[in-house]
């Protein structure tokens, strides 16, 4: 039996709560910190730096998910270590004033749990969908649970926005339980019965980690892809931390007019997820391998247009520019995330969930490495060159990089198959 969409939609709402609750931690509480609390911008940065760390895990929980053969107890596991890990961040805002050293301590302890809770609720959400969703709908279920997750996001940050100020720690603590508590509830609304209902209960897998990740290795589709999603990710992460510099620095945007043009490169993010959603399950155009290169070659042209567009200065068009990069990463991601989910069905069995957390694992070392080395990148060249020139040289080789994984995707994904199959053979 597969998932039917209500069931999809249901799941859905578990990306939704995960997004609800990390965008406190990696923005609400961020500029508290900064702004309110005077604390080094560098350690808020470092914190987030620890929570993508620790999903280095990712491959335990989707192992232990597969072996205990019932994903659903580490999908709402997961989510209240998550939800208790973002309560406690919130409190540690409070010790900061007190004692830098407790209040840095709990933080630690905090971010840590956070990423724990991503990677066990995450992963073996992912898993779930892997394993239940029929392959012709696999785009459709892809764009639905990001496209609810990136809602979760928005509607949250709006909210508390509103209900924030005037602020207080009192009130801050407040919300955040009222957000946790909401998230948890609907993550055991969203998948009750769902796991039961169409997968028979399995024997428990006495196979050892670390025997069940090296049999993952093993198998040429698995590490293939693995290495497609660490090269690709990279390109997609490597602007993140430097197109608002980029937009302030050369082209005279204020704070508020490059925070809108987030916005809006998040809008096109969205557009390009719906679009692959409908092409490829609703009109049944194109296989997901060809959703996937095209979103990499749309985005290395949409980043070689950025860097056209800086000598021109003030008055360029930008912000379109940046609306087409966000529809093209959109594309690109929610036909990787189609790909991540047929493909994790493969190989040997029970082991989807290992598979899942290998790929998320490569995908939250290339989120750190790439706005890590973007940024670095951009440092280092404005010593030698222009603003325009350092910011443009570092958008052309995140260009190069997204031509890279085109050329990969071409070599390793099957054009045959509709769900985006690898080349066979192991």
């Given at each position: 039996m597969t998932l039917s969409w209500f069931q999809i939609v249901r799941l859905g709402f578990v990306q939704m709560a995960l997004g609800a609750i990390v965008v406190l931690t990696t923005s609400t509480l961020n500029r508290l910190m900064v702004v309110e609390l005077s604390l080094p911008a560098l350690l808020p940065g470092l914190l987030v730096g620890l929570h993508y760390s620790i999903q280095l895990t990712r491959p335990h929980w989707g192992f232990y998910s597969d072996a205990g053969g019932h994903r659903t107890r580490w999908i709402i596991g997961g989510m209240v270590v998550l939800g208790l890990g973002a309560f406690t961040a919130t409190c540690a805002l409070l010790a900061f004033p007190q004692s830098f050293a407790l209040g840095l301590t709990i933080s630690i302890i905090a971010y840590t749990m956070i990423g724990l809770g991503v990677g066990a609720s995450g992963t073996s959400l992912l898993a779930l969908l892997a394993t239940t969703t029929a392959p012709h709908r696999r785009a459709a279920a892809a764009t639905i649970t990001w496209l609810m997750m990136i809602f979760g996001i928005a509607m949250t940050a709006g909210i508390v926005g509103q209900l924030i100020d005037p602020y207080s720690p009192q009130l801050l603590i407040e919300i955040v339980g009222i957000v946790v508590t909401i998230a948890v509830a609907v993550t055991c609304l969203a998948v009750w019965r769902v796991e039961r209902n169409l997968i028979a209960v399995r024997e428990p897998d006495p196979t050892p980690f670390r025997e069940g990740l090296r049999e993952v290795w093993q198998e040429r589709k698995a590490r293939n892809f693995t290495l497609f999603v660490f090269l690709s990710m990279t390109a997609y992460f490597m602007q993140e931390l430097i197109l608002e510099p980029y937009a302030g620095l050369v082209f005279g945007f204020t704070p508020g007019q490059s925070t809108s043009l987030s916005g809006a490169q998040n809008g096109g993010v969205f557009v390009g997820m719906l679009t692959v959603g409908i092409m490829a399950t609703g009109l049944k155009i194109g296989a997901l391998r060809n959703w996937v290169m095209a979103g990499c070659m749309g985005s290395a042209a949409a980043?070689?247009?950025?860097?056209?567009?800086?000598?021109?200065?003030?008055?360029?068009?930008?912000?379109?520019?940046?609306?087409?990069?966000?529809?093209?990463?959109?594309?690109?991601?929610?036909?990787?995330?189609?790909?991540?989910?047929?493909?994790?069905?493969?190989?040997?069995?029970?082991?989807?969930?290992?598979?899942?957390?290998?790929?998320?694992?490569?995908?939250?070392?290339?989120?750190?490495?790439?706005?890590?080395?973007?940024?670095?990148?951009?440092?280092?060249?404005?010593?030698?060159?222009?603003?325009t020139q350092a910011f443009g040289t570092v958008f052309i080789g995140e260009a190069a990089l997204f031509i890279a994984a085109t050329a990969m995707a071409a070599k390793i994904m099957d054009r045959k198959m509709p769900s985006a199959t690898l080349v066979p053979g192991e």
């Amino acid at each position: 039996m597969t998932l039917s969409w209500f069931q999809i939609v249901r799941l859905g709402f578990v990306q939704m709560a995960l997004g609800a609750i990390v965008v406190l931690t990696t923005s609400t509480l961020n500029r508290l910190m900064v702004v309110e609390l005077s604390l080094p911008a560098l350690l808020p940065g470092l914190l987030v730096g620890l929570h993508y760390s620790i999903q280095l895990t990712r491959p335990h929980w989707g192992f232990y998910s597969d072996a205990g053969g019932h994903r659903t107890r580490w999908i709402i596991g997961g989510m209240v270590v998550l939800g208790l890990g973002a309560f406690t961040a919130t409190c540690a805002l409070l010790a900061f004033p007190q004692s830098f050293a407790l209040g840095l301590t709990i933080s630690i302890i905090a971010y840590t749990m956070i990423g724990l809770g991503v990677g066990a609720s995450g992963t073996s959400l992912l898993a779930l969908l892997a394993t239940t969703t029929a392959p012709h709908r696999r785009a459709a279920a892809a764009t639905i649970t990001w496209l609810m997750m990136i809602f979760g996001i928005a509607m949250t940050a709006g909210i508390v926005g509103q209900l924030i100020d005037p602020y207080s720690p009192q009130l801050l603590i407040e919300i955040v339980g009222i957000v946790v508590t909401i998230a948890v509830a609907v993550t055991c609304l969203a998948v009750w019965r769902v796991e039961r209902n169409l997968i028979a209960v399995r024997e428990p897998d006495p196979t050892p980690f670390r025997e069940g990740l090296r049999e993952v290795w093993q198998e040429r589709k698995a590490r293939n892809f693995t290495l497609f999603v660490f090269l690709s990710m990279t390109a997609y992460f490597m602007q993140e931390l430097i197109l608002e510099p980029y937009a302030g620095l050369v082209f005279g945007f204020t704070p508020g007019q490059s925070t809108s043009l987030s916005g809006a490169q998040n809008g096109g993010v969205f557009v390009g997820m719906l679009t692959v959603g409908i092409m490829a399950t609703g009109l049944k155009i194109g296989a997901l391998r060809n959703w996937v290169m095209a979103g990499c070659m749309g985005s290395a042209a949409a980043l070689a247009l950025i860097t056209f567009l800086g000598p021109m200065g003030p008055g360029a068009p930008l912000v379109p520019a940046v609306v087409l990069l966000g529809f093209f990463n959109g594309m690109f991601a929610v036909a990787a995330i189609g790909s991540m989910m047929a493909l994790a069905a493969q190989g040997k069995e029970r082991r989807e969930g290992t598979r899942m957390g290998l790929w998320g694992a490569a995908q939250a070392i290339a989120a750190g490495f790439g706005g890590l080395i973007g940024a670095g990148m951009v440092d280092l060249l404005r010593v030698s060159l222009t603003d325009t020139q350092a910011f443009g040289t570092v958008f052309i080789g995140e260009a190069a990089l997204f031509i890279a994984a085109t050329a990969m995707a071409a070599k390793i994904m099957d054009r045959k198959m509709p769900s985006a199959t690898l080349v066979p053979g192991e």
